[in-house]
């Protein structure tokens, strides 16, 4: 029962932040949307995007997987896009 008590407090001290490759290339194509960034998110509406998209937006639950050719698009609080990235 020690050991399990211990094994367990260990799982729980473990770093929980997922390592992310670094994207040394423009991979999903982020330059050619720059534009949209400081624009309203109802700009994308209007993108024709071929490919993965992920909106990102304030207290949204993403997953830690990365796939370079998905381009990312964080939203902040007020609907404006803020970043855009590959991942």
Avoid: W, Y
Wanted: glycine fraction near 6%; charged fraction near 20%; proline fraction near 6%.
């Amino acid at each position: 029962m020690k050991r399990l008590a211990i094994l367990l407090f260990c799982v729980a001290c473990a770093p929980t932040t997922a390592i992310l490759p670094q994207a040394s290339e423009d991979t999903c194509n982020a330059a050619a949307h720059a534009g949209l960034i400081g624009q309203p998110d109802t700009d994308l509406e209007r993108v024709l995007i071929l490919g993965p998209v992920r909106v990102i937006r304030p207290d949204s639950v993403v997953t830690a997987d990365f796939l370079a050719e998905r381009i990312n698009f964080v939203i902040d609080e007020s609907g404006t896009i803020t970043a855009i990235r590959c991942g």
